[in-house]
Structure formats: C-alpha cells, structure tokens
C-alpha cells in the first residue's frame, strides 16, 4: 500500500466544503480527505464569515496548526475557484511555516494569483442588486428563490466575494511541489490561458487539464474531476513523478 496522505479540500465562494466528502467513496482509502469548511458555511454557519483574507489566513493555520500536529502524513491540496486560492495560500502556509512542502497543489477554475482580476466587482454593491447580479452568474443562487433563504445566504456570500474579488498576490518563493491545474473548455471566468499561467508558481512539474463545461464542471463533471485528483495523487514519494 502506498503511503497514506491527507488531501485538504477547499470550496468555491458560496459553497459548501462537505460536497467533497462524496469524495472518499472513489479515492483510494490511503487518501484523507478533509473538507477545509469555511467560517459562515456549512455546520460552522453559526460563526461569523470572514470579509478578509488576513482572517481567511488566520483560520486556515489554526486548522493546519491540528492537521500537522505532529505531521505524520504528506499533505495535497485542492480547491475550486475561491478555494484554488486558498489551496495556494495554504501550500506556501505549509512551507514557511511548518517547513512542509506538499506532495501535490490541485488548483480548478480560477487564473493564476498573479494576473489581475477583469470581471466587474460585486461584493461592495446594495443587497438587492449584488443578489441579482450574483444570480447572474450562478446557477445554484437562481435555483434558491425563497427571499428568506437568500437573506440568510447574504453575509456568507457577500464575505465570500469580498475575500476573492480584493485578494491580492504578493510575490514569494515558488512552490517546489507539482501543480495540477483544472479549466473548463467554457470557463468565462476564468480561460485555459489563465489557468495555464499557474505553470508560474512551481519549479516542479506542471499540468493543465480541460473539460467540458463551463465554471461549473467542478459540479457537473465531478466523478471526472475526482477521477483525475486520485490518478494524480497515486504518484508518491518513491514513485515515478508525472
């Protein structure tokens, strides 16, 4: 059996990181997923969200200050969209602060951190219009047309866009694990060019893989998505690299 290894899974803004526990059942069971759930979602909807990314950084270490003490297993990472984000933020954490260097970054739907954002900004617009606009462009918030459901949903995704949409790179080391990178073929938000630009962040090897679909594959297309994280993750220490 290979060496067993804990992959840290990050949700997209407006999501919830428990839909990546349905991911244990096609990993190999030497794989721990861990649903990295943020403050505002899910089973911890009763804490505040986190508007900064200072706070978004703060709770992360306080998760990985229990997920690697001690460090008894190699560590992936992977998010969507937002989570991309933190999934990388979160890599270079375990490298300058836990003298950890992940085995794999797995980074879907979002450019490279070093290019600068050119979507029109929601997060500082009126309730009623950032809802209408945010539905625009999500498929899971139009399906949710209770107003009371919504109002309740405001805070954590009004946190969660004002975190992705004022993020700023600040340059550092380049990581030295290989980074796996994941696009749709009808992204708008983010393109295959702009995903191929991570190839940036490594001095390891890199990958980009397409599919079908829009910003959404990571739902629509998820048994695949999960199929390629598991193939990319049976490559080890020991093992031949990819």
């Known amino acids: ?33 861990c649903p990295m759930q943020l403050p505002g979602h899910g089973e911890r909807i009763g804490e505040p969200p986190r508007h900064r990314w200072d706070d ?22 992977f998010g969507h969209s937002l989570g991309a984000l933190l999934a990388f933020e979160c890599a270079r954490i375990l490298v300058s602060e836990h003298g ?12 490279a951190p070093h ?44 946190a969660d866009f004002t975190a992705s949409e004022t993020y700023a790179f600040v340059a550092g080391p380049q990581l030295a ?23 940036r962040h490594t001095t390891g090897r890199f990958e980009l893989t397409a599919f079908a679909g829009d910003h959404f594959f990571i739902d629509d297309a998820w048994e695949a998505v999960v199929t390629t994280a598991g193939e990319r993750l049976r490559v080890r220490t020991g093992s031949t690299p990819r």
């Open 1 to 33: 059996m290979t060496e067993p290894l804990r992959l840290l899974c990050f949700p997209y803004a407006g999501g919830n990181a428990q839909t990546y526990v349905r991911w244990r059942r096609y990993l190999s069971p030497d794989i721990e997923v």
């Open 115 to 158: 290019l600068p954002l050119r979507e029109e900004t929601l997060h500082h617009l009126p309730d009623a219009e950032f809802l209408a606009r945010l539905s625009e462009r999500s498929r899971t918030l139009r399906a949710l047309t209770d107003p009371e459901f919504r109002k309740l949903l405001l805070p954590m995704l009004r």
């Open 56 to 77: 978004l950084l703060a709770d992360v270490r306080t998760r990985l200050s229990d997920l690697t003490s001690p460090p008894d297993r190699p560590i992936a990472l």
């Open 177 to 199: 694990c290989p980074i796996t990178a994941l696009g749709g073929e009808q992204d708008e938000d983010a393109t295959l060019g702009e995903i191929a630009a991570w190839q």
């Open 100 to 111: 950890i260097q992940p085995v794999r970054l797995l980074v879907s739907g979002h450019r």
